[in-house]
T-cell receptor
């Protein structure tokens, strides 16, 4: 693994189904983030984690949950998917919050379609 | 509220210079980031400014004026590969990034 990876690359999901998007980084970064990107809107923060064992809510957390059991992994779960969750999801990591240390490195993204 | 404004789209000619502007309003301020995002790809870091002034990095430069809540990204000697979206993001007092919607830059030969 080099950098930050996400799985799956893309997914079509029926509404009401549960889905977990996976994110793994090998840079030993303390902070990790989940964003969604929709056409015409900026990246919007869903959840974040400043260090292993802690998580926080971002701008649009409803319908999503995260966990941070260790430094490397930060999965995002949609408990019961709805069509409005159709989006491109990016996972990112940074050395730690604050200043230039918050330069965020992004995974390749997961394109999710909820029908 | 927190807000980042940047133009939706700009067009420039190969070999020319283009300036992409960004105005920001954040709760507290801990710096301004610029990222590049090619279509269908992830954003990649270009620059970070926390002090007023111009930071030059090769063909790309970034400027910040904290008193005006304003930044710009300057791209010189444009190449076709510079066709991408350029994202401006302000870091607030909680060290969270507030993102603009991005400026799509179209380069014409």
């Amino acid at each position: 693994i080099a950098g930050i990876t996400q799985a799956p690359t893309s997914q079509i999901l029926a509404a009401g189904r549960r889905m977990t998007l996976r994110c793994t980084q090998d840079m030993r970064h303390n902070a990790m983030y989940w964003y969604r990107q929709d056409l015409g809107l900026g990246l919007r923060l869903i959840h974040y984690s400043n260090t292993a064992g802690t998580t926080g809510k971002g701008e649009v957390p409803d319908g999503y949950s995260v966990s941070r059991a260790n430094t490397d992994d930060f999965p995002l779960t949609l408990a019961s998917a709805v069509p409005s969750q159709t989006s491109v999801y990016f996972c990112a990591s940074s050395d730690r919050p604050g200043g230039s240390y918050n330069e965020q490195f992004f995974g390749p993204g997961t394109r999710l379609t909820v029908l | 509220g927190q807000n980042i404004d940047q133009p939706t789209e700009m067009t420039a000619t190969e070999g020319a210079i283009v300036q992409i502007n960004c105005t920001y309003q954040t709760s507290g301020f801990n710096g301004l980031f610029w990222y590049q995002q090619h279509a269908g790809e992830a954003p990649t870091f270009l620059s970070y400014n926390v002090l007023d002034g111009l930071e030059e990095k090769g063909r790309f430069s970034s400027f910040l004026s904290r008193s005006k809540g304003y930044s710009y990204l300057l791209l010189k000697e444009l190449q076709m590969k510079d066709s991408a979206s350029y994202l401006c993001a302000g870091m607030d007092s909680n060290y969270q990034l507030i993102w603009g919607a991005g400026t799509k830059l179209i380069i014409k030969p």
